[in-house]
């Protein structure tokens, strides 16, 4: 059992929300003390002991989906412990489509494309492709114009952005780190399980987010599964772009 002053340590560093605390702690017990007290002691890893936790600083009560990414941004300045959220980039847009930040980065972008072709606001060429060309000559003025703004969207709409491995360590791989973080995920899907009578649904992302679903606590979970969006394809994912129209996330 690991010790509780190590778990409350993690918590209040990521500034939790109330309803979160028991939850995370419970869950957080099932972890090997060893392999925590160790990320207490050498901080050398992202997000960083302040920001592991950082996507729990939403409420529990209104939370109708758990979108499971994989691993942190491998950038201090990207990584902020809030799955797919880049911190390094401020602008959504640019001159000629979407901002340098957002191209950098390949699953926002994508993300942004299909909210954008959800919504009826953009199409793809004949190629099946969205070039920039087709992003600059759309009217923005009333849509969200920052990164901040997408994101406090995704919080208003319900979502909780947690990575199923919260921990990206500069000396193992996502899946060799994921395997301390297995019975975690399954704890706290049980945790929310008995606190609330309308089950979130799960958004499964990629490969390390779709192990989830062959853990015993999601069975009772309604799931909603795609590839990465790092991935193209994403963009055309029919469950997916269902899910984008109904939350109309690019509006303001």
Same mark, same amino acid.
């Given at each position: 059992m690991?010790d509780?002053?190590?778990i409350?340590?993690?918590?209040?560093?990521?500034?939790?929300?109330?309803?979160w605390?028991?939850?995370?702690?419970?869950?957080?017990?099932?972890?090997?003390?060893?392999?925590l007290?160790?990320?207490?002691?050498?901080t050398?890893?992202?997000?960083?002991?302040?920001?592991?936790?950082?996507?729990?600083?939403r409420?529990l009560?209104?939370c109708?989906?758990i979108?499971?990414?994989e691993?942190?941004?491998?950038?201090?300045?990207?990584?902020?412990?809030?799955?797919f959220?880049?911190a390094?980039v401020?602008?959504?847009?640019?001159?000629k489509g979407?901002?340098?930040?957002?191209?950098?980065?390949?699953?926002?972008?994508?993300?942004m494309?299909?909210? /954008? &072709?959800?919504?009826?606001?953009? *199409?793809t +060429?004949?190629d099946?492709?969205?070039?920039?060309?087709t =992003? @600059?000559?759309?009217n923005?003025?009333?849509?969200i114009?920052?990164i901040g703004q997408?994101f406090a969207?995704?919080?208003?709409?319900?979502?909780?952005?947690?990575n199923a491995?919260?921990v990206?360590?500069?000396?193992?791989?996502?899946?060799k780190?994921?395997?301390?973080?297995i019975?975690f995920?399954?704890?706290? /899907? &049980?945790?929310?399980?008995?606190? *609330?009578? +309308?089950?979130p649904?799960?958004v499964?992302?990629g490969q =390390? @987010?779709l192990?989830?679903?062959?853990?015993?606590?999601?069975?009772?979970?309604?799931k909603?599964?795609?590839?990465?969006?790092?991935?193209?394809?994403?963009?055309?994912?029919?469950?997916?772009?269902q899910?984008f129209?109904?939350l109309?996330?690019?509006?303001k």
């Amino acid at each position: 059992m690991t010790d509780n002053t190590i778990i409350t340590q993690l918590l209040k560093s990521s500034s939790v929300h109330k309803e979160w605390i028991k939850p995370l702690t419970n869950a957080l017990q099932t972890v090997d003390p060893a392999y925590l007290q160790t990320l207490t002691q050498h901080t050398n890893w992202l997000p960083g002991p302040d920001k592991i936790f950082a996507a729990f600083q939403r409420d529990l009560s209104h939370c109708e989906y758990i979108l499971f990414g994989e691993s942190p941004y491998p950038r201090k300045e990207s990584a902020n412990g809030i799955a797919f959220y880049d911190a390094a980039v401020t602008d959504l847009w640019a001159e000629k489509g979407l901002s340098k930040g957002v191209n950098k980065a390949t699953s926002l972008r994508n993300i942004m494309k299909t909210a /954008l &072709l959800a919504q009826g606001l953009i *199409k793809t +060429e004949a190629d099946g492709k969205i070039p920039q060309s087709t =992003i @600059a000559n759309l009217n923005k003025q009333n849509l969200i114009q920052n990164i901040g703004q997408l994101f406090a969207a995704l919080q208003q709409k319900g979502f909780l952005l947690f990575n199923a491995t919260p921990v990206l360590h500069p000396d193992r791989k996502p899946t060799k780190e994921a395997k301390f973080w297995i019975s975690f995920v399954n704890q706290l /899907l &049980l945790e929310i399980k008995h606190r *609330k009578k +309308e089950l979130p649904t799960l958004v499964l992302w990629g490969q =390390i @987010a779709l192990s989830i679903e062959d853990m015993p606590a999601a069975s009772a979970y309604p799931k909603l599964r795609s590839e990465h969006p790092y991935n193209l394809s994403f963009i055309k994912n029919k469950t997916m772009l269902q899910l984008f129209k109904q939350l109309q996330l690019v509006s303001k």
